[in-house]
Nanobody
């Protein structure tokens, strides 16, 4: 499985961040595959942002206070993340990832750096 993120690079505070993750080597709907967004801010550890399951169920980190939304497009075999009302604290490298059978991340994208700044 290969994952490739794309993102905006630089956004202003209060705007919406939009990312996509192109998936190859597996179908988005493969049973028991879970597709996640994870980020790492400068000097901090990895932070789970949210997950969408093979069946289309979504789960989010409560700390993001309902600002995150994950969507998917099975025809393109990709999933996406929108993060609304961004603040400088959202500056991070954002990764998409795949977990088979909920036993830990099996595949990672290379990550895409986003900076939130005026």
């Amino acid at each position: 499985v290969q994952l490739q993120e794309s993102g905006p690079g630089l956004v202003n505070p209060s705007q919406t961040l939009s990312f996509t993750c192109d998936v190859s080597g597996a179908s988005f709907t493969t049973t028991y595959y879970y597709w996640s967004w994870i980020r790492q801010s400068p000097g901090k550890g990895l932070e789970w942002v949210g997950t969408v399951s093979f069946a289309g169920s979504t789960y989010y980190n409560p700390s993001l206070k309902n600002r995150a939304a994950i969507s998917w497009d099975t025809s393109k075999n990709q999933f996406a993340l929108q993060l609304r009302s961004v603040i400088p604290g959202d500056t991070a490298v954002y990764y998409c990832a795949c977990d088979r059978d909920l036993d830990g991340i099996d595949y990672w994208g290379q990550g895409t750096q986003v900076t939130v700044s005026l």
